[in-house]
């Protein structure tokens, strides 16, 4: 039973630019989650989302940050005009259920910001 | 109120000896305390998780003790080896799928 899966695992953008980051949870599960790390720190909730839908995002920047979970196809985080301190690792998880249930990692996206 | 705080920052320990990490928090309506083993390059990984009403959980060498009216719960590894050496989350969850991660703790386990 595959993980969950991240694409790309690196990638630079310069400033201004736009980084999609994708996330394609384990099979079986319908509910996922993003998180970011920024370096020697702990994992910051951003957005919570099930199939077509946004549960919470409180966590999220108000502005240049979209998350989607479409019916069909991988969950996607969309940075738009990219700035130096957008620079982290990015991390999806997934999980069965909502409500408690476990959220299994996947391997993250790192995104370095010229 | 939503922090987890983790100490220490960094831990040393001899091969063999007892790894103690420690957590505390605010939220009394936290309910799922999940901790999480991260390698370099690599994302979290859950290594064990408890619930409130229960005080200690053990899985092979890693024993989760909680103390509910303290607000403190902690990680110990016993017998620990130079593979257990990454750095260790610990995490609360209020039943809203929304982790509160602490800060984390490097372990080094010296040979």
């Known amino acids: 039973n595959a993980g969950v899966m991240q694409n790309p695992r690196h990638l630079v953008r310069r400033r201004g630019q736009e980084a999609r980051l994708r996330c394609s949870p384990m099979?079986?599960?319908?509910?996922v989650y993003w998180y970011r790390q920024l370096p020697e720190e702990g994992l910051k909730f951003m957005v919570y989302?099930?199939?077509?839908?946004?549960?919470?995002e409180s966590g999220m920047p108000k502005e240049r940050f979209s998350a989607e979970f479409p019916k069909e196809g991988p969950s996607i985080l969309r940075i738009q005009q990219v700035v130096r301190g957008d620079s982290a690792a990015y991390f999806c998880?997934?999980?069965?259920?909502?409500?408690?249930?476990?959220?299994?990692f996947g391997p993250g996206t790192r995104l370095t910001v010229l | 109120q939503q922090q987890v705080k983790q100490s220490p920052q960094s831990l040393i320990v001899q091969k063999g000896g007892i790894s103690i990490i420690n957590c505390a928090y605010e939220n009394t309506a936290f309910d799922y305390f999940p901790w999480y083993q991260q390698f370099p390059g690599k994302g979290p990984a859950l290594l064990i998780a408890i619930r409130p009403d229960v005080s200690e959980k053990k899985e092979g060498r890693f024993t989760i003790s909680f103390n509910k009216s303290a607000k403190q719960f902690s990680l110990h590894i016993m017998d620990s080896q130079p593979g257990d050496s990454a750095t260790y989350f610990c995490a609360a969850d209020r039943g809203a799928q929304k982790l509160v991660f602490g800060q984390g703790t490097r372990l080094t386990i010296n040979p």
């Open positions: 989302l099930q199939k077509e839908n946004i549960i919470d």
């Open positions: 998880a997934s999980s069965r259920q909502g409500l408690a249930d476990t959220q299994y």
């Open positions: 099979k079986g599960h319908s509910h």
